[in-house]
């Protein structure tokens, strides 16, 4: 059995308490908060992103009314949120949905990975990103493009340059056939075949909006 990934109307409440957080208005798509609300919420950020654009121009008289009850109460909305999440799956919404398979699709992106608990498969995708950007013999700890990706993901370069090699091993331009022995080589490789297709731009542009879930 499935669970569908259905939008529901409670789900205006913790949208609205997010959308009038500092600073009030449209969240950033991959903001850290947005990622953590679509997770709980099993709904794409870019939905929610949707739903605060609806938010921000009181598209319906729905919410209108929402906007007229909680917007200049926010203790009256958190309460009404906090009571909401106890009442999902009668206070205990994983326990009601044991069992029951759920829809992924970006939750998975933002998982530490086992492999290495410092990254997750959006820090794999910057780093593809940057690699896109550099020539293997910039690819190296030294380079300020790494020295700053490493930064904003809170791992040293070094780390950074792993992986950055693994996906030299993964090119099919470069036809490297060094072995590596590298628990990161599979995950890399997952994201390698992911974004192979992909335009670099496209890449780019995704990576751009994955940097606001590390700078958050």
Known sequence: MTKANVWQDEYWLPVLQLF????????????????????????????????????????????????????ENPHRLARAVRL???????????????????????EKDFRPLEENQQLTPAALILTLDLYFRLVPSTMVAETPEVVELGRLLKVKPKLICEILHI????????????????PLLLPCQNIWQRFSESQTEQLAAFANELKDYFKS
């Open 167 to 182: 996906f030299q091993l993964c090119d099919p331009y470069l036809n490297r056939n060094e072995i590596s022995l590298s």
């Open 84 to 106: 909401w999440r106890e009442m999902r799956g009668f206070g205990a919404a994983d326990a009601f949905y044991e069992g029951v398979a759920i829809q992924e699709s970006f």
């Open 20 to 71: 009038l957080s500092k600073p009030i208005g449209v969240k950033p798509t991959y903001s850290h908060a947005m990622v953590a609300l679509g997770s709980e919420l099993h709904v794409h950020p870019q939905i929610l992103k949707a739903r605060m654009e609806q938010i921000a121009s009181l598209s319906t008289p729905r919410l209108e009314r929402y906007w007229k009850q909680y917007s």
